[in-house]
């Protein structure tokens, strides 16, 4: 009778049919020669070399690929959190304001205190702003028609990492040279890039590496002029009487 293969050669060959690779081309990732046929048939010791290759290309967790864990991945999310925080004069946490202006320079003086000290920042005395970190930033172009246009503001609430982050969610994007608002698409297998889709379809896609990510920014609401009566948008609607002290300064901001 056939024994039955190593766990650690069933889940190996598990990996590679879900990366939709071959043989050949798994072994090239790997930098295996020929192909992982060998491998696959338990003619072949998965090596340690072979191991750290699956961690660095694929986050597989080794203790899972042996079976003594059930987490297949490693949670190897990049650190997406605000660098710097602003407290108010009452000693409240502020929401700075990053209008588009000012989102230029925000990638190159994300941790320098004396620079965020020159944007305003305000509170929201509603329950839901209150012990979460939360940002404004301006939308400038119209990529995110029809929800989003221009010169408006969305408000986020700050993401730890990329693995706390709800797919699909529209966020703005601090990367190393650039703010972008897009939604956010994961990739299954893959923890190395995101999709960033537009809502305005004249736009296509665009895929970045995570590691060029330097903040995440998960959008909660918008502050507008205009108010849509068929948005239902009840944020809006709680937060419009708060934010009429704020026109002022937020005009200001429109240079």
């Given at each position: 009778?056939?024994?039955?293969?190593?766990i650690?050669?069933?889940?190996?060959?598990?990996?590679?049919?879900?990366?939709?690779?071959?043989?050949?081309?798994?072994?090239?990732?790997?930098?295996?020669?020929?192909?992982?046929?060998?491998?696959?048939?338990?003619?072949?010791?998965?090596?340690?070399?072979?191991?750290?290759?699956?961690?660095?290309?694929?986050?597989?967790?080794?203790?899972?690929?042996?079976?003594?864990?059930?987490?297949?991945?490693?949670?190897?999310?990049?650190?997406?959190?605000?660098?710097?925080?602003?407290?108010?004069?009452?000693?409240?946490?502020?929401?700075?304001?990053?209008?588009?202006?000012?989102?230029?320079?925000?990638?190159?003086?994300?941790?320098?205190?004396?620079?965020?000290?020159?944007?305003?920042a305000?509170?929201?005395?509603?329950?839901?702003?209150?012990?979460?970190?939360?940002?404004?930033?301006?939308?400038?172009?119209?990529?995110?028609?029809?929800?989003?246009?221009?010169?408006?503001?969305?408000?986020?609430?700050?993401?730890?990492?990329?693995?706390?982050?709800?797919?699909?969610?529209?966020c703005?994007?601090?990367?190393q040279?650039?703010?972008?608002?897009?939604?956010?698409?994961?990739?299954?297998?893959?923890?190395?890039?995101?999709?960033?889709?537009?809502?305005?379809?004249?736009?296509?896609?665009?895929?970045?590496?995570?590691?060029?990510?330097?903040?995440?920014?998960?959008?909660?609401?918008?502050?507008?002029?205009?108010?849509?009566?068929?948005?239902?948008?009840?944020?809006?609607?709680?937060i419009?009487?708060?934010?009429i002290?704020?026109?002022?300064?937020?005009?200001?901001?429109?240079?």
């Amino acid at each position: 009778m056939k024994s039955e293969l190593p766990i650690e050669v069933i889940r190996f060959k598990e990996v590679r049919e879900k990366l939709n690779h071959t043989q050949q081309s798994f072994a090239e990732v790997l930098n295996v020669k020929k192909s992982t046929a060998d491998i696959e048939r338990g003619k072949s010791k998965i090596t340690g070399s072979v191991v750290v290759a699956l961690m660095e290309n694929f986050q597989i967790n080794p203790l899972w690929l042996y079976g003594k864990s059930n987490q297949r991945t490693l949670d190897t999310s990049i650190n997406t959190s605000p660098k710097v925080i602003t407290i108010t004069p009452e000693n409240n946490e502020g929401i700075v304001l990053v209008n588009v202006k000012a989102a230029a320079g925000y990638p190159n003086n994300i941790q320098d205190l004396d620079w965020y000290e020159e944007l305003p920042a305000f509170t929201i005395p509603l329950p839901e702003y209150r012990n979460t970190t939360y940002r404004g930033f301006q939308v400038e172009g119209d990529s995110m028609l029809p929800s989003l246009h221009p010169k408006e503001w969305v408000l986020g609430k700050a993401v730890e990492s990329i693995s706390m982050l709800k797919n699909h969610s529209i966020c703005v994007v601090v990367m190393q040279d650039s703010v972008l608002v897009k939604k956010v698409q994961k990739h299954e297998n893959n923890n190395e890039s995101l999709s960033l889709i537009s809502l305005n379809p004249d736009y296509p896609p665009i895929t970045i590496n995570t590691f060029q990510i330097q903040e995440l920014w998960e959008v909660s609401s918008k502050i507008s002029s205009e108010i849509d009566d068929n948005s239902g948008s009840l944020a809006l609607t709680q937060i419009q009487q708060s934010l009429i002290d704020l026109k002022n300064e937020i005009n200001s901001l429109k240079k």
